[in-house]
């Protein structure tokens, strides 16, 4: 039998990326997107007509169990949140709302019509915060140091809580973090990699960063999204970490966007103080052995690899904008 996914956050970086791999392995693929004037389907535009676009609202619970009762779905996948970490301190009350509330919303819709469907809960590095130890496993103590973090914790929390008291196959994946070309121009990776594009066509002149020292554990979110399906294909739930175990600096992720391009990044990166955060994470590695033993995946996409397929992909998107209004 053809089994049912319903995703929500379809229309974000890892949904699209998700859709397709469920796609690909013959699902029925249902996708959850808010009811808006301004709804951008740009990243699943090339698999639209295959997917059951399906309106609710993680700060609505009626309209997730109307949903979870309307599409009896095996296999739930919770990707949708306010997930911009900068953006959490201007908007922490929403960030709750959305990014940890609506976790509970969705796993009491799906508590209240089928205990059986597995769940999946998308939960962060940005947990770990302040590290407590390098680098960091399932086991590892949470520190967080944005709203953000804060909301995924207890969207973590909750899903572990539910697991135990219902007997729910609900999972969290701890990501690390994970780019694509897909990634929104709000994250500095991909304003890094976009900035380059418009430099290296002549249209821009610097690229404005805070603190360039951070150090994350980047990885591709393509292959990322197979290590959600995974964790849904076990026997038993659990939580997972999954990562590189590589960390980069945020000023190597520039010297090597710039060189993909023929540019040096000291000719055109300057900092500015009003894009550091209130309270900086330093360092964030990730340990996956658990992932990879119990799960059996292992990323495909190095870091190299990874910053040049960004950059490519902003200059082609630059120089189409560019042709386009030619």
Known sequence: MTKRALITGLTGQD??????????????????????????????????????????????????????????????????????????????VLTGETTALGVTRLLNAVKDTDPSIRFYQASSSEMFGKVQAVPQTETTPFY??????????????????????????????????HESPRRGLEFVTRKITNHVARIKHGLLDELRLGDLHPQRDWGFAGDYVEAMWLMLQQDAPDDFVVSTEETHSVQEFCEIAFSAAELDWRDYVVQDERFMRPAEVDLLIGDAAKAKAKLGWTPKTGFHELVAMMVEADLDLVARQQRALA
């Open 15 to 92: 949904g699209s990326y998700l859709a397709e791999l469920l796609l690909a392995k013959g699902y029925e693929v249902h996708g959850m997107v808010r009811r808006s004037s301004t709804v951008n389907f740009e990243r699943i535009a090339h698999i639209q007509d295959h997917i059951h676009i399906v309106q609710g609202d993680l700060l609505d619970e009626a309209s997730l169990t109307s949903l979870v009762r309307q599409i009896k779905p095996d296999e739930v996948y919770n990707l949708a949140a306010q997930s911009f970490v900068q953006t959490s301190w201007q908007q922490a």
């Open 144 to 177: 967080p140091r944005s709203p953000y973090g804060v909301a995924k914790l207890y969207g973590h929390w909750i899903t572990v809580n539910y697991r135990e008291s219902y007997d729910l196959h609900a999972s969290s994946g701890i990501l690390f973090n």
